[in-house]
């Protein structure tokens, strides 16, 4: 699963031609969420609440971006990376 973003331990990945909803995964200490993109609910998994906090507030912050590497993803084209939070 290709990787588009690293942050204070968080990695944000993506599959490649993945199901709809278009969702995120982030990996935390072992575990991981889903986050929809379009809603930023969870829709599956765990992480720690402060982990949960900084995907949620860099998800926000990058709507947009992770719109275009999912239709990236969902075209079987390389993603671009996205900035972390800083």
């Known amino acids: 699963m290709p990787e588009i973003c690293r942050f204070y331990g968080i990695v944000i990945k993506m599959y490649y031609n993945d199901h709809s909803p278009p969702h995120l995964h982030a990996e935390y200490g072992g575990d991981e969420i889903v986050v929809n993109i379009d809603t930023l609910a969870i829709i599956a998994g ?7 906090g900084l995907v949620m507030e860099w998800a926000a912050q990058r709507q947009a971006e992770l719109h275009t590497a999912w239709n990236q993803a969902r075209d079987m ?8 939070l800083p």
């Open 46 to 52: 765990g992480l720690a609440p402060r982990a949960t």
């Open 77 to 84: 084209s390389p993603l671009d990376k996205i900035d972390p």
